[in-house]
């Protein structure tokens, strides 16, 4: 008994090993489990909506933070890559025919041309220029979009074809999980590789990480693009998710909800900002006497009170639970010892 | 509009209101090291008191300006007391991206408490003065657009004159340098802050106020000359405020230029490029000596 035993336990062992190493520590593995079954117990079609809401906005602000935590840097036209994205894939549906799975591809490939240009021009610079720069993008995109009438009828809105054949949100539900999950296990994996070390040296000092030989501007771009191409992606599913894109999509005011979930998700953490989108959003939609602009000036109140208060967010309310409950478990563990 | 002369007038009045914003942001910048996201709901700030003070309680247009420009002071220092005195208590650690991300918090939290209070709605006053300036044949100015003008140089002028002439210009010019430095001769760091900020929300709120005619004051008014003057404050080199007013003017005129041969909505576009050329070629920005 004790060998099969021994065997079974070396081979979960050998199965979490596997699982980290692409990033899936156990308890990300069980929060996205709990959430992959989760709308098997959701029959209302309003809430599976705000959860869809929730993952894809959360997975923005994971693909958000990924560059603020790691080089410290403000990409503060988020919302204009995913504005790209989605334009590029939904007039490349509507133009040409293409499926909309392929769009994803194209949305993904232009937002990281896009990030790319930006990163090259302005991260061999002080940080400031990259989030300008990304922002005039961003006012550039959307005045662009705004013009250019013909293509993209401007603020009336261009109807986009739905990626599913669907009435509920739950078919799309099931393709924004794997799409968030994708989006974690990418970042995180990049994180944990050498371009994320190389990039938290440079965040954390720029000149030791030179000295050290790691050319800081090669791992800013890299981290960069791969933010934006993910944005880009996030964007296609807005598109095809919603069916009306209009140049409001590439609003500062969505990158700064972004922003604003991302910290008060946590800086330093990926998942930090998904575990806020999952919270706040489903909250903020529940309070719904609460009028849209009050929601905005909490956003504000939370933003500064993290920023002065508590720099760790959400990550931190979670972790200090999470020692609480080991610290619970040894206690109960020497409980037994002791007994036996 | 077809003659030249009239569009050099229009890009000389719009890059008025631009230098008068980019020179207080600019000065933020260089001083206390924060680049200020709010500066536009500053803006906002003077419009609405200046609406109130003119239409509300049909004060004098001089005094009108006047107490949009300290109303917009006045918020500035609140908020430097509050938010950015607490963050600096609290920690240095990343100072640009923390206290950057905190003016975001401001200026939503500004912005849509105007819009809870005073609604979505413009509030604006026909006009201060009736009349017109005969500029060219083609074109009479009228007299608000003169005025307001006429406010940004003298705004512009007295803040030049005071950060070069006066000593405590120059000690914030010192804090701008060195702040250690500026400490250890006795500079009180803490004041200096305050008055920095209040002084570019005051300039703010002066250019909001002065152009309440033009544009009335509504919540969202301030985010088209925030990012006009962050788009000026790149071209000159950060932190650099005799270049910011040139800039403005610079970025008024090209603006103009392409509004009139292109049309409405590319303006943004010209400036991109511009900006983008100045990072390719000289990345301190046209003014700037310093990285």
Known sequence: MSNSDRTTKSLVMSVMARFRSVGLSPPTLIFFVVMAILPLFIQNEYTLRLLVVGLLLGSQAMAFSFTLSSIDIINFGFAAFCGAGAYTSALLVINLGISPWLGFIAGAIVAAVLGLGVGVLTLRLRGLFAACMAWFLGLTLQSLAAVLVDFTRGYLGLPVPFLLDAASSRPYYYV???????????????????????????????????????????????????????????????????????????????????????????RASLWGGLVAALVIIPVFEYLRSIVMEVRFIIYGLLLISVMIFYPEGLTGVVRGVGRLLGKLIRRLRQGTESQS | MDTMLDMIFI????????????????????????????????????????????????????????????????????????????LRTMSRDKWLTNSFLLTVGVSFILQYSAFVIWGPTYKGVPSYWEGFVPLTPTFRLPL???????????GVS?????????????????????????????????????????????????AGASLLPITPAQPFVGLGPLFKSYFVVILAGFGNVMGSIIGGFLIGLLETVTYYSFGAGWQNVASLIVIMLVLLLKPTGLFGSKQ
Not at chain 1, 244 to 253: F, G, K, S, Y
Not at chain 2, 12 to 31: D, I
Not at chain 2, 144 to 154: C, E, G, H
Not at chain 2, 175 to 196: C, K, P, Q, Y
Request: aromatic share 8%.
């Open chain 2, 11 to 86: 890009g000389l009045l719009r890059g008025g209101l631009y230098a008068l914003m980019a020179s207080g942001l600019t000065l933020v910048l260089g001083v206390m090291n924060i680049s200020n996201f709010a500066h536009g709901e500053l803006y906002m700030v003077g419009s609405y008191a200046a609406y109130f003070a003119g239409s509300v309680f049909g004060l004098h247009p001089l005094l009108t300006i006047l107490i949009g420009a300290l109303a917009a002071g006045a918020t500035g220092v609140l908020v430097e007391r509050t938010a950015f005195h607490a």
């Open chain 2, 158 to 206: 007295i803040l030049w004159i005071f950060l070069t002439r006066t000593v405590t210009g120059k000690a914030i010019r010192a804090v701008a340098e060195d702040e250690t430095g500026a400490m250890l001769v006795g500079i009180n760091i803490r004041r200096m802050h305050t008055l920095t900020f209040a002084l570019s929300c005051l300039l703010a709120g002066l």
């Open chain 1, 176 to 266: 924004i999980l794997p799409i968030a999950i994708l989006t974690y296990v990418v970042l995180q994996g990049l994180n944990q590789s050498n371009i994320g070390l190389a990039c938290r040296a440079i965040g954390q000092n720029t000149e030791a990480a030179e000295a050290s030989g790691v050319n800081p501007t090669k791992y800013k771009v890299i981290n960069f693009t791969v933010s934006c191409a993910l944005a880009g992606v996030l964007g296609v599913f807005h598109a095809h998710f919603v069916g009306v894109l209009t140049p409001e999509v590439m609003a500062t005011t969505h990158t700064t909800e972004v922003l604003a979930l991302a910290y008060i998700g946590g």
């Open chain 2, 144 to 154: 608000d657009r003169a005025f307001a003008f006429v406010a940004a140089v003298i």
